[in-house]
Protein backbone atom coordinates (compact mmCIF):
# COMPACT_ATOMS: atom_id res chain seq x y z
CA UNK A 1 0.00 0.00 0.00
CA UNK A 2 1.14 3.68 -0.66
CA UNK A 3 2.33 5.51 1.83
CA UNK A 4 4.99 8.45 2.67
CA UNK A 5 7.38 6.39 3.09
CA UNK A 6 6.85 3.65 0.59
CA UNK A 7 6.44 6.82 -2.21
CA UNK A 8 9.77 8.25 -1.15
CA UNK A 9 11.57 4.51 -1.48
CA UNK A 10 9.78 3.69 -4.57
CA UNK A 11 10.65 7.20 -6.45
CA UNK A 12 14.41 6.67 -5.21
CA UNK A 13 14.43 3.01 -6.31
CA UNK A 14 12.98 4.13 -10.02
CA UNK A 15 15.29 6.99 -9.35
CA UNK A 16 18.55 3.71 -9.10
CA UNK A 17 19.37 5.99 -6.00
CA UNK A 18 19.04 5.97 -2.01
CA UNK A 19 16.79 8.38 -0.97
CA UNK A 20 18.01 11.74 -0.43
CA UNK A 21 18.05 14.52 2.27
CA UNK A 22 14.96 15.98 1.04
CA UNK A 23 13.38 12.70 0.46
CA UNK A 24 14.37 12.01 4.38
CA UNK A 25 12.72 15.30 5.06
CA UNK A 26 9.54 14.56 3.12
CA UNK A 27 8.69 11.54 5.25
CA UNK A 28 9.61 13.15 7.79
CA UNK A 29 7.29 15.91 8.15
CA UNK A 30 4.97 12.76 7.24
CA UNK A 31 5.39 11.52 10.84
CA UNK A 32 5.15 14.98 12.34
CA UNK A 33 1.10 15.01 11.45
CA UNK A 34 1.24 11.68 12.47
CA UNK A 35 -0.70 13.33 15.39
CA UNK A 36 -2.89 15.32 13.72
CA UNK A 37 -3.80 13.00 11.55
CA UNK A 38 -4.77 10.27 13.95
CA UNK A 39 -6.66 13.18 15.56
CA UNK A 40 -8.60 13.50 12.01
CA UNK A 41 -9.46 9.55 11.79
CA UNK A 42 -10.31 9.17 15.32
CA UNK A 43 -13.02 11.64 14.71
CA UNK A 44 -14.11 10.06 11.49
CA UNK A 45 -14.43 7.14 12.91
CA UNK A 46 -16.44 8.33 15.52
CA UNK A 47 -18.89 10.23 13.23
CA UNK A 48 -18.59 8.43 9.68
CA UNK A 49 -22.18 7.11 10.01
CA UNK A 50 -23.51 10.30 10.84
CA UNK A 51 -21.36 12.09 8.33
CA UNK A 52 -22.65 9.51 5.46
CA UNK A 53 -26.60 10.25 6.46
CA UNK A 54 -26.18 13.99 6.88
CA UNK A 55 -24.39 14.43 3.66
CA UNK A 56 -26.58 12.33 1.71
CA UNK A 57 -29.82 13.88 3.27
CA UNK A 58 -28.63 17.15 2.27
CA UNK A 59 -27.67 15.86 -1.37
CA UNK A 60 -30.93 14.03 -2.13
CA UNK A 61 -32.85 16.57 -0.12
CA UNK A 62 -32.86 19.06 -3.20
CA UNK A 63 -34.58 16.50 -5.07
CA UNK A 64 -32.23 16.53 -8.27
CA UNK A 65 -31.44 12.39 -7.64
CA UNK A 66 -33.45 9.61 -8.16
CA UNK A 67 -34.45 8.79 -4.61
CA UNK A 68 -34.11 4.92 -5.60
CA UNK A 69 -30.03 5.74 -5.56
CA UNK A 70 -30.07 7.57 -2.27
CA UNK A 71 -29.32 4.09 -0.16
CA UNK A 72 -26.47 3.40 -2.94
CA UNK A 73 -24.94 6.30 -2.71
CA UNK A 74 -24.79 6.13 1.30
CA UNK A 75 -23.34 2.61 1.38
CA UNK A 76 -20.60 4.47 -1.14
CA UNK A 77 -20.06 7.34 1.04
CA UNK A 78 -19.53 5.56 3.55
CA UNK A 79 -17.00 3.26 1.93
CA UNK A 80 -15.18 6.21 0.57
CA UNK A 81 -14.70 7.76 3.79
CA UNK A 82 -13.15 4.72 5.76
CA UNK A 83 -10.75 4.69 2.79
CA UNK A 84 -10.31 8.36 3.70
CA UNK A 85 -9.71 7.18 7.17
CA UNK A 86 -7.15 4.29 6.10
CA UNK A 87 -5.42 7.37 4.38
CA UNK A 88 -5.10 9.45 7.38
CA UNK A 89 -3.95 6.35 9.35
CA UNK A 90 -1.07 5.60 6.48
CA UNK A 91 -0.16 9.06 5.88
CA UNK A 92 -0.92 8.66 2.00
CA UNK A 93 -3.37 8.26 -0.12
CA UNK A 94 -2.92 4.22 -1.41
CA UNK A 95 -6.25 3.51 0.34
CA UNK A 96 -7.65 5.65 -1.69
CA UNK A 97 -5.65 5.32 -5.05
CA UNK A 98 -5.85 1.05 -5.12
CA UNK A 99 -9.29 0.34 -3.74
CA UNK A 100 -11.54 3.25 -4.41
CA UNK A 101 -10.85 5.60 -7.66
CA UNK A 102 -10.41 3.61 -10.41
CA UNK A 103 -12.92 0.64 -9.44
CA UNK A 104 -15.58 2.47 -7.37
CA UNK A 105 -15.81 5.43 -10.54
CA UNK A 106 -16.47 2.21 -12.88
CA UNK A 107 -19.22 1.15 -10.56
CA UNK A 108 -20.60 4.66 -10.06
CA UNK A 109 -20.89 4.74 -14.22
CA UNK A 110 -21.85 0.70 -14.57
CA UNK A 111 -24.76 1.34 -12.26
CA UNK A 112 -25.86 4.97 -13.68
CA UNK A 113 -25.55 6.69 -10.62
CA UNK A 114 -25.24 10.41 -10.60
CA UNK A 115 -21.57 11.12 -9.84
CA UNK A 116 -22.38 14.75 -9.06
CA UNK A 117 -24.10 13.40 -6.00
CA UNK A 118 -21.21 12.12 -4.83
CA UNK A 119 -19.37 15.07 -5.42
CA UNK A 120 -21.75 17.14 -3.61
CA UNK A 121 -21.72 14.87 -0.44
CA UNK A 122 -18.53 15.10 -0.29
CA UNK A 123 -18.23 18.86 -0.75
CA UNK A 124 -20.86 18.92 1.67
CA UNK A 125 -18.83 16.84 4.25
CA UNK A 126 -15.67 19.00 3.38
CA UNK A 127 -17.24 22.42 4.19
CA UNK A 128 -19.09 21.14 7.60
CA UNK A 129 -16.15 19.75 9.41
CA UNK A 130 -16.01 22.89 12.12
CA UNK A 131 -12.66 24.10 13.87
CA UNK A 132 -12.26 23.58 16.48
CA UNK A 133 -15.40 22.16 17.27
CA UNK A 134 -15.04 18.70 15.52
CA UNK A 135 -11.27 18.60 14.94
CA UNK A 136 -8.00 20.85 15.36
CA UNK A 137 -7.15 23.37 12.22
CA UNK A 138 -4.38 20.66 10.87
CA UNK A 139 -6.28 17.45 11.65
CA UNK A 140 -8.99 19.62 9.64
CA UNK A 141 -6.35 20.26 7.07
CA UNK A 142 -5.48 16.96 6.70
CA UNK A 143 -9.07 15.34 6.08
CA UNK A 144 -10.30 18.48 4.01
CA UNK A 145 -6.95 17.66 1.91
CA UNK A 146 -8.11 14.08 1.21
CA UNK A 147 -11.39 15.46 0.31
CA UNK A 148 -10.48 17.49 -2.01
CA UNK A 149 -8.50 14.70 -3.38
CA UNK A 150 -11.11 12.37 -3.81
CA UNK A 151 -13.67 15.27 -5.30
CA UNK A 152 -10.83 15.81 -7.41
CA UNK A 153 -10.50 12.24 -8.98
CA UNK A 154 -14.02 11.60 -8.94
CA UNK A 155 -14.51 14.93 -11.44
Known amino acids: MKSAVTT ?7 AGRFPSSSDIEAVKGSFDRAPERMQAAEKLASSIDNMTAEAVEAVYSKGFYEQANKDKCARDINHYLRLINYCLVTGGTGPLDEWGIAGMREV ?3 HVLPTAAYIEAFTYIRDRV ?3 GDMGPQA ?7 LDYLINALS
Open 140 to 146: ATEFKGL
Open 8 to 14: VVTAADA
Open 130 to 132: SVP
Open 108 to 110: IRA
